[in-house]
């Protein structure tokens, strides 16, 4: 097919000619040869820090929440800081995954499997600080509603944190199938090209027994669909319900309506963002540039530009309402963000999600792999502080300023916190190991979009 | 029990389709096409019926919902009615985002499980490969050999730019 | 981790001992204890019990307690009851009359322990009040650094080895012909002090009284005014107009308790003879001082001037060159027309340490004719004030080898002795020294005979607590150790036969019986006892002013100078002399001013901090004449700008784990002091409770004056918020508990929070977890500055669970920890918690605490100070006030038992119960006779935070000033 003839409107989803087989030579190359230094590298890195988080984490669990920074008035600081930054950084691969599909986005494909994966280890991550920022993790699974020895004795379905934990484990178990079942295609193509007997047999399991039969690809492209349908209700309500631990509560600054679509404008936003980052990296390390090119990045860079403005607009509407309610609480806690004595982290968030992402409108820099690069690790800075700010400066001065305390971390929410990272970015490394980080078949599927044969 | 097939081979998929489409009209009675992925068009030249998983996916999410809403009611107003910050005892706004979780969770489950069901796919199995390129750039056109003539067919067929039309007999676990 | 050894006692020697150790345990195990008292049942007149119980004991507890008193005797195993006796029974509590440090209560033991204290109400002094030390002194009983036998040179001996011993020593020094002296501290003991003198008459021994924060200034003017070293008894429900020259009369001068009742009641707007005035002049923030309607920030100097200047108002005599700006002279005129007019109803208190200034004072009162309504000056034989200077002199003459043995009974000169350097060296001149201390400190260190005293609760003796009330003390438990009453090992040493026990009964039949011929001698014993007081008149006559001329103070006055730099020393309302450092509840208690814990340290105005540029925390050396200590600065409102302010009591060497090295030593700086200040340039920082002071002109305490009350009761309350429900309210009928807290009432002393954690069980926390803003204290009180910070307007607010109706804490609890319940408590289920924090999160108020780690509740001997009826709380757990749920409860079932509805009044809740100023109610609002209905119908009444519809149970009533 080296005599193609290429759209001059509209660049190709895969820039270079290429033929099905070499598509799936490309992509899974990165199972099918060695693994290479600076994988190795990399997954090394990440594993040592994780295993210094877990170790972190079992000296807490075993002393007592104690062992971090939190005092009688700052119940919540970095734990529920890093559960609201990695649940965020989730959304963009259900988003990606879903949404796109629904609208029929032909360039997900080259970014949505990783995207998708993403999102699993991220909430994964999220996931691991409810449970360790309660006092007795040990007994947590009392938050389920199970048939009990001690008398009638429920849940109470009125606290946002039981609509967390029922919304995050939901999330996260539609996320993984809803991935899975995307896998299953790729599953079985690298079960077909691999000759080690073991590797079949393996990739033969996981396949289910895929064999690209049309009565199942029928059905699979309705289900993807109805997955896809689900998701996207699903990953909003996620995000909103996350807003909600703070939403309704009677806390200045946290009292506020405006926070679901906030959120989930700032979780779009971080989880573009990361995927950037990630796709800047895995893109050159096993040179996909054909299949993750310079329309995905700039594409995700449009996205980020506009959910960035959304954020930045809803910054200014809390501080309008603030003054706007004449609650002298409401308006404290707010002056009290940008002058008091958290301003710094008030202001770096300022920099890094409203100013910084404007400069995306420019061409040149938003098609600068480095530029995009740096500037995707600033959203995420600036998405923490984000929580950071809504988290510890609302609850450090609220009504009573007899009980006004401040916060600071201690050595263990760090390094829990670089452990979150060591965990997030092991799986990744596993996983464009073992699994195809592009979605094969989708690729081939699209292969054709903007290019004609000549016959 | 054993039995035998004629494939029609090809590498492109438009042409795929082409002949897809005239062996409908000829009345080829079609036993499946295997493709790396999925080639819009195959459905409707093979007359497959629309897919039913979308009527499981409405009925499970609606029980989804009434048993959330059911539930929370039953615990928090039936079984141990309790005095919580002075909300009414059925605090239905605060039973809106378990009741819609619930719902997506049913829903996006069952619909799952009904798709592996229908396909028969489940860890284990095992796939029918007839050529082992099928899941990766090669689309097969599969007929049962008694149901075809299989010199027309593979007349047919190389005429509609199959890079070969071979016979095959296998186990067909059925 | 620091909140791991608080509580860990000092393994010193002597309790290394194997005898006593390992039979520790089993003695201390309370179900052994209360077995073992069920065997010899000694003295126990229960409130409730009846007469013929009290003589079925009483027969043989006197004979017995002698006994049980000096020989310990192990117990090796638990035995079960052969028959079932009536005053320890499992789970209910006993209740005894008795005092501590002289002022009565009643303590309540459970199993045979006591483990909770509360005043008396009998008493007409305090009228059911305790102080901090009171409610805290039950976790000194059992402070396993206590000594545990008798020692000689540091080595335990059996006590009647002992008393040989010490009886040949103390011969051998009569021999060879030098002075034997007995150094006590003040008492107000009629049968100790009876034993005192005769021990003295009987071996020639000289008594010399010594106090460390006694005002000798007051004593030695009372002696030129009236010719004997007695202290003044004030009635400030009597006073309409108080004028108080830095006298910190509602902590640490004088009787804390009783002025304070007797003070509060008179800050009702409602009291017949309406709010008093109340003027406080002082040079640091005092918790009297932040009380006071009016407060002015003036340099001793100043004050003394002051004092001159209303002298010659008051007395209208002549007064030449009086120091004070022409504002000052004319504030000075208006006080004194306030006084003037005020007449015998007007009282002036001062602190001052030169009786020159003292004796003033007493013109003044006297020109005023405030003698004998406000003021008594008595003459009794039943106190023992102290001489310092005879003190002096004693040491002196040691020096020179003329006293040949000397004892220290009740004080510690070693420790809080101004020049105790010059004490340490004569002692080694000394043949014989003991101590009675009950536990190691700086001077039984240096003894080489130690006969450990019983701590308060294991002792018989008799208090003078005003001119005209008497109280008993009497052992609430067997000795936990192996001391002995004091006055018995005088008695040994003096050859007096018989228990003190038998010897006070007999003083009490001969002196005191005699007074009130009533129901014979027993009755009036047995009353005495089971009352815990006694009133008896005719035992002090008023003394009569003679007249002194004032000229010679007043030239005094004028002719002393003063340093730039002064130094002024003032106790702690918690630690005070450093008697009780070792006692973690006291430390661990923020001081009504400064809000500190686990610290002494250097006040420093405003001012002066931004010229040197101190904050608070930094670590300031504060160097004076002979004496320097390097303790934090704390930077206090209300400080003089001339003066520095430390706290006694700190700086203990010899002494338990909690208090060893604590803070430093500031006895030895004499009160106006020249000192220097200089900043070492290291950060200790402070652990404050409340880091900030201001109430951002919130709508937190309302407040208004006395003249706008009068206009209108509703003055300074009538922001009223419009809610609204969206849905239906429960039901509330049944008993619905509520509390109204009256701010006019509450002078900030927080002996309600020391009250509120010995009931509770709240877990002490140390030094750096409360840095590290973790205290456990249910219930804190919030202290905020008004206006100019050199003479802030003060105000306090006790604040605890508000138990909301709609409590924003139980909508956000998952697992259902916080519910509430049918009576209207917001109730926190702890072994549901699983620990989220979200509901203190979700506090507006903050009063939920959280067990950040398990808190060592300390070692076998202090875990019996527990309250049984309260479960311990272990990490992870979220927990604050319950309303003492538990004596909710128990007041049900009383009222049940004797099929009765419940009456107002029968439940009190600890807080409550323990405030000197009746500033809480507590009571079902149901019951529209009940206090707390009315309190809840006052015009003054208001909730905190109205606004968020969180609709509170506890509110308040505005704060009254007399402006």
């Known amino acids: 097919m080296s005599d193609a003839h290429v759209s001059k409107l509209r660049t190709p989803l895969v820039t270079e000619d290429r033929t099905y087989e070499q598509i799936s030579a490309d992509i899974l190359d990165s199972l099918e040869s060695k693994p290479s230094k600076n994988w190795l590298i990399g997954f090394s890195i990440s594993a040592l820090f994780m295993t210094i988080g877990f170790i972190v984490i079992g000296y807490q669990v075993g002393t007592g929440i104690g062992v971090w920074g939190l005092n009688k008035t700052v119940g919540w600081s970095w734990d529920i800081t890093n559960f609201v930054f990695w649940v965020g950084i989730g959304h963009a691969g259900t988003l990606i995954s879903a949404v796109l599909l629904i609208f029929r986005q032909k360039w997900r494909t080259g970014i949505n499997r990783a995207a998708e994966a993403m999102t699993i280890f991220a909430v994964a991550c999220a996931g691991l600080y409810p449970l360790i920022h309660a006092g007795r993790p040990w007994l947590l699974y009392w938050v389920f509603p199970y048939p009990n020895t001690r008398g009638p004795l429920w849940v109470n379905f009125r606290s946002p944190l039981l609509w967390d934990v029922v919304a995050i484990s939901t999330y996260l178990s539609v996320s993984l199938v809803f991935w899975y079942m995307g896998l299953l295609p790729d599953l079985a193509t690298i079960r077909d090209r691999t000759k080690s007997k073991f590797r079949k047999y393996v990739y033969g399991v996981m396949s289910f027994g895929w064999d690209g039969s049309n009565r199942t690809w029928h059905h699979f492209e309705v289900l993807c669909l109805i997955l896809a349908g689900l998701a996207t209700p699903l990953v909003l309500s996620v995000h909103t319900i996350v807003s909600m631990d703070f939403a309704t509560s009677v806390i200045p600054g946290w009292h506020t309506t405006i926070f679901p679509p906030y959120f989930v404008a700032g979780a779009i936003f971080s989880g573009f963002a990361m995927v950037l980052t990630l796709l800047i990296l895995t893109r050159k390390v096993l040179n996909w540039e054909n299949y993750v090119t310079m329309g995905h990045i700039e594409a995700m860079c449009k996205v980020i530009i506009l959910t960035g403005t959304m954020v930045g607009l809803a910054y200014g509407t809390e501080f309008f309402i603030a003054w706007y309610s004449g609650n002298e609480y409401e308006q404290y806690a707010f002056i009290n963000r940008a002058t008091g004595p958290y301003w710094w982290a008030y202001w770096s968030m300022i920099s890094c999600n409203v100013i910084s992402p404007q400069l995306l409108w420019f061409k040149k820099l938003r098609t600068n792999l480095v530029f995009v690069f740096i500037l995707s690790i600033f959203v995420n800075i600036g998405m923490w502080f984000e929580r950071f700010v809504i988290i510890t400066t609302s609850l450090h001065r609220d009504y009573l300023p007899s009980s006004w305390a401040m916060y600071s971390p201690t050595w263990v929410e760090i390094w829990t916190f670089i452990g979150t990272f060591g965990l997030f970015f092991t799986l990744y490394f596993l996983f464009i190991r073992l699994l195809p980080g592009i979605a094969v078949a989708e690729v081939k599927s699209v292969y054709k979009f903007a290019r004609k044969n000549k016959k | ?174 | 981790m620091s909140n791991k050894d608080i509580y860990k006692t000092q393994k010193s020697e002597d309790q290394k001992d194997a005898y006593w150790q390992d039979v520790e345990n089993k003695v201390l195990d309370p179900k052994a204890l209360s077995n073992e008292f069920a065997e010899d049942e000694f003295d126990s007149f229960s409130v409730k019990k009846t007469r013929r119980n009290f003589l079925k004991i009483m027969g043989f507890s006197v004979t017995a307690l002698p006994l049980t008193g000096c020989i310990k005797i192990p117990v090796r195993k638990a035995v079960p009851y052969l028959y079932k006796n009536d005053v320890v029974v499992p789970g209910v509590a006993n209740w005894y009359a008795t005092s501590y440090m002289g002022y009565p209560i009643l303590a309540k033991t459970r199993e045979g322990r006591p483990i909770k204290i509360e005043g008396n109400k009998k008493s007409i002094v305090t009228k059911g009040g305790a102080n901090t030390q009171a409610q805290a002194s039950v976790i000194s009983l059992y402070d396993s650094y206590r000594y545990n036998s008798a020692m000689i040179d540091d080595k335990k001996v059996e006590w009647d080895e002992f008393d040989t011993k010490a009886k040949e020593a103390l011969a051998a020094v009569k021999e060879a012909g030098k002075e034997i002296v007995l150094v006590t501290g003040e008492s107000t003991s009629p049968s100790e002090i009876k034993v005192i003198n005769e021990f003295a008459k009987k071996l020639g021994v000289t008594v010399v009284t010594y106090s460390s924060t006694s005002n000798q200034a007051i004593l030695e003017a009372n002696a030129q005014s009236f010719g004997k070293r007695v202290y003044a008894d004030y009635n400030y429900e009597m006073a309409d107009v108080i004028l108080s020259f830095g006298a910190d009369f509602l902590g640490t001068f004088g009787d804390d308790v009783g002025s304070s009742k007797q003070y509060v009641s008179r800050r009702d707007p409602k009291h017949k003879r309406g709010l008093s005035k109340h003027v406080q002049i002082e040079s640091m923030m005092s918790m009297t001082g932040m009380n006071a309607d009016k407060r002015f920030t003036r340099t001793l100097e100043e004050q003394r001037n002051f004092v001159l200047a209303i002298y010659a108002a008051v007395s209208s005599e002549n007064v030449e060159g009086i120091k004070l700006s022409e504002d000052d002279k004319k504030l000075a005129m208006e006080i004194a027309k306030d006084l003037k007019n005020a007449g015998k109803n007007a009282v002036v208190v001062s602190d001052d340490k030169s009786s020159a200034v003292q004796i003033l004072v007493n013109k003044i009162n006297s020109a005023l004719g405030a003698y004998g309504t406000t003021v008594f000056a008595r003459d009794n034989e039943f106190v023992m004030n102290s001489n310092n200077s005879e003190f002096t002199q004693a040491i002196s003459k040691m020096n020179e080898g003329k006293v040949g043995a000397m004892m220290f009974l009740n004080v510690n000169p070693a420790y809080d002795y101004k020049s105790s350097d010059k004490l340490v060296s004569a002692l080694k001149k000394a043949d014989m020294t003991m101590s009675f201390a009950t536990a190691k400190d700086e001077t039984s260190a240096l003894c080489k005979f130690v006969a450990p005293n019983n701590h308060a609760f294991e002792t018989w003796s008799d208090n003078q607590v005003n001119h005209e009330e008497f109280s008993f003390t009497q052992p609430v438990i067997q000795p936990l150790f192996g001391s002995r009453m004091a006055s018995e090992t005088l008695m040994s040493f003096a050859g007096i036969s018989g228990s003190f026990h038998d010897y006070m009964k007999k003083h009490w039949d001969t002196k005191f019986y005699a007074q009130s011929k009533k129901d014979g001698e027993i009755n009036f014993w047995n009353k005495t006892l089971h009352d815990g007081v006694v009133v008896l008149g005719g035992f002090s006559s008023e003394l009569s002013a003679k007249n002194v001329s004032s000229s010679n103070s007043i030239s005094k006055i004028k002719s002393m100078s003063y340093p730039k730099m002064a130094v002024q020393t003032y106790m702690k309302s918690a630690i005070t002399d450093g008697e009780m450092a070792n006692n973690p509840f006291l430390q661990e208690l923020p001081d009504p001013v400064t809000k500190a814990t686990w610290d002494n340290y250097v006040m420093v105005s405003p001012k002066y901090a931004n010229e040197k540029s101190i904050k608070s925390g930094d670590m300031v050396t504060l160097k004076g004449k002979s004496h320097s200590v390097t303790i934090p600065a704390i930077v206090q409102p209300g400080t003089a700008n001339n003066s520095f302010a430390v706290a006694v009591g700190y700086g203990r060497k010899v002494a338990g784990k909690v208090a060893k090295n604590l803070g430093g030593n500031a006895f030895a700086f004499d009160n106006g002091e020249e000192v220097s200040l200089k900043k070492t340039g290291e950060f200790k920082g402070l652990a404050q409770t409340q880091t900030h002071h201001s109430m951002e002109g919130r709508d937190i305490i309302r407040e208004t004056t006395y003249s706008e009350y009068l206009k209108d009761p509703k003055a300074g309350n009538h922001k009223k918020a419009r809610l609204v429900n969206i849905y239906p309210e429960h039901k509330k009928d049944g008993h619905q508990w509520a509390m109204a807290i009256d701010l006019s009432q509450c002078t900030g002393c927080s002996a309600c929070i020391v009250s509120c954690s010995t009931e509770n069980n709240v877990p002490v926390v140390g030094r750096q977890e409360v840095a590290n803003r973790r205290e456990m204290h249910w219930l804190r009180i919030d202290r905020y500055y008004k206006g100019d910070e050199n003479e802030p307007e003060v105000m306090n607010m006790p604040m605890l669970c508000q138990h909301c109706e709609n409590a924003p804490c139980e909508n956000v609890c998952p697992v259902l920890a916080t519910v509430h319940s049918s009576d209207g408590i917001n109730q926190q289920i702890y072994n549901r918690c699983v620990g989220t924090r979200y509901c203190a999160n979700n506090c507006p108020y903050k009063v939920r605490r959280f067990n950040w780690f398990n808190y060592d509740r300390g070692d076998s001997m202090a875990k019996l100070a527990l309250n049984p009826d309260i479960s311990q709380r272990s990490r992870g757990v979220m927990e604050k006030c319950s309303f003492c749920i538990q004596r909710i409860q128990e007041g049900k079932l009383e009222a049940k038992k004797e099929r009765r509805p419940l009456k107002d009044g029968d439940i009190q809740v600890a807080c409550q119960q323990s405030c000197p100023g009746d500033g809480i109610v507590f009571g079902d609002m149901n019951d529209p006779k009940s206090k707390i209905s009315e309190f809840l119908g006052s015009e003054r009444n208001y909730t905190v935070l109205e606004e968020l519809n969180v609709r509170p149970r506890v509110s308040y009533l505005t704060k009254v000033r007399n402006k």
């Open chain 2, 1 to 174: 029990m054993r039995k035998n097939f004629v494939l029609a081979i090809y590498d492109d998929e438009e042409k795929l389709l082409a002949a897809a489409f005239k062996a409908r009209e000829k009345k080829y009675k079609f036993y499946d096409i295997y493709t790396p992925f999925p080639v819009h068009g195959l459905d409707d030249a093979m007359d497959i019926k629309r897919s039913i998983l979308p009527y499981v996916t409405f009925v499970m999410g609606l029980i989804g919902l009434i048993v959330a809403i059911s539930t929370q009611i039953w615990m928090s107003a039936i079984d141990w009615p309790i005095n919580v910050g002075g909300k009414p005892f059925i605090s239905l706004p605060a039973f809106v985002p378990i009741s819609f979780e619930l719902t997506v969770f049913f829903a996006a489950h069952m619909t799952v499980g009904a798709f592996l069901f229908m396909n028969k796919l489940f860890p284990g199995k095992k796939p029918v490969i007839f050529d082992s390129a099928q899941t990766c750039h090669k689309f097969i056109v599969v007929h049962e050999k008694d149901a075809v003539d299989f010199d027309e067919v593979s007349k047919f067929y190389t005429d509609n730019g199959a890079l070969e039309v071979t016979e095959n007999s296998r186990e067909m676990e059925s």
